[in-house]
Every structure is written in C-alpha cells, then in structure tokens.
T-cell receptor, first 117, second 112 residues
C-alpha cells in the first residue's frame, strides 16, 4: 500500500526557534496533503490542507504565519513551526491520499513529536 | 462546528472476548467513515472503512456498522487480542471536503 513518511520523528528545540517537519509520499504523487496536530490523550485536529503549487488552506484558529506550509512538489510537503513556544509541543501528523487508488483511503505518516523547551 | 464524538473513553475487555467501540457523528453530509487504530507514539493505522450506501462491512476480525438514521458508527473486534490494545478513532468526511474529522478516541485495554 501507499506509504507516507515523516521526518524527523521527534525533535527538541528551544523556545523561539523554528522547526521544519517534512512529509513525503514515497510511492505516489499527492497534490493534496493534510497536516494534523495531536496533543497528549486527545484526538487529531486538522490544522491545514497543503496544496501542491498553491497556498495552503488553514483551519479556523490556526495561525498561518506561525505554521508555514510549503508543498513545492507532488511528493513533499513541509510544515515549519516558527518561533516555537512550549505550547506548540505536540504530535504533528501528515496524511495523503493516493489518487490512483479508488478507495479514497487516507494514508498517515508516523508522526513527528515536537518538544519545545 | 460539527464534530464526531465517542461515548466511552476507555474500554477494558478480556482476551478472547468481543469488543464493541461506538462513535456518534453529527455531520449529516458525511458519506465516508473510517476506523483507525493508534498505538502510542505512532500515526493512525487504517482498520476498516465504510461508505454511506452501506450499513455493514466486514474485515478480518473486524466489522463496522453504520446507522445513518441515528448517525452512529461502531467497530466490532472479534476475539480481542492483547495486540489490539490501542486507542481507536472513528473519522468521517464528505467526498467534497476530503479531509477527515476525527472523534475523541477510545482506549481499548485487553486484559490477558
């Protein structure tokens, strides 16, 4: 089946710095990828929809200037958490759908755990 | 906004028993539903899905039931095993939106 890979799987950074998380579709091209955030013991919350070659669509309450999304190719979307603060510590998960599969199944990466000190 | 929710935050069962995890959804426009399993520190893993034109779908040891009248979704796991211990999320979407909305999750604990 389709595989979505995230990197890094975990990262620790100092408050005020920026962190970039990559999401790659390994064996398919994805014009759209989705970024989710999950706080401990909570559900996944959609942050934004990443669109290849155009601006991302952000969910209500998500600061687009703080969470920069770039989808420069059909296999790579990046999420940059700018000027990170401890409250940004979370599990960030990306997902993508293989357009060649008729099921519409959404494939998820393994997640990136961000800890901001 | 509309949301997907669960009744039970934690479900504890004995190994070998059947498990039933329930989910209520409120978006009447949703036409595609999925159950995911999430183990600690990992991303969600697809279990089974169902479209709104069906009311039941079976997989290996798992069955999903959809009741559109009351907007209810359930996941049945037969002969629950210790490896089934995880958090289970239901998720829903409508074809036009494509993104998934997740429920709050149920932790399944399988007692040996």
């Amino acid at each position: 089946g389709a595989v979505v890979s995230q990197h890094p799987s975990w990262v620790i950074c100092k408050s005020g710095t920026s962190v970039k998380i990559e999401c790659r579709s390994l064996d398919f091209q994805a014009t759209t990828m989705f970024w989710y955030r999950q706080f401990p013991k909570q559900s996944l919350m959609l942050m934004a929809t990443s669109n290849e070659g155009s601006k991302a669509t952000y969910e209500q309450g998500v600061e687009k200037d703080k969470f920069l999304i770039n989808h420069a190719s059909l296999t790579l979307s990046t999420l940059t958490v700018t000027s990170a603060h401890p409250e940004d510590s979370s599990f960030y998960i990306c997902s993508a759908r293989d357009p060649s599969e008729g099921t519409g199944e959404l494939f998820f990466g393994e997640g990136s755990r961000l800890t901001v000190l | 906004g509309e949301s997907v929710g669960l009744h039970l935050p934690t479900l504890s069962v004995q190994e070998g028993d059947n498990s039933i995890i329930n989910c209520a959804y409120s978006n009447s426009a949703s036409d595609y539903f999925i159950w995911y399993k999430q183990e600690s520190g990992k991303g969600p893993q697809f279990i089974i899905d169902i479209r709104s034109n069906m009311d039941k779908r079976q997989g290996q040891r798992v069955t999903v039931l959809l009741n559109k009248t009351v907007k209810h979704l359930s996941l049945q796991i037969a002969a629950t095993q210790p490896g089934d211990s995880a958090v289970y999320f239901c998720a829903e979407t409508d074809t036009g939106r494509r993104a998934l909305t997740f429920g709050s999750g149920t932790r399944l604990q399988v007692q040996p």
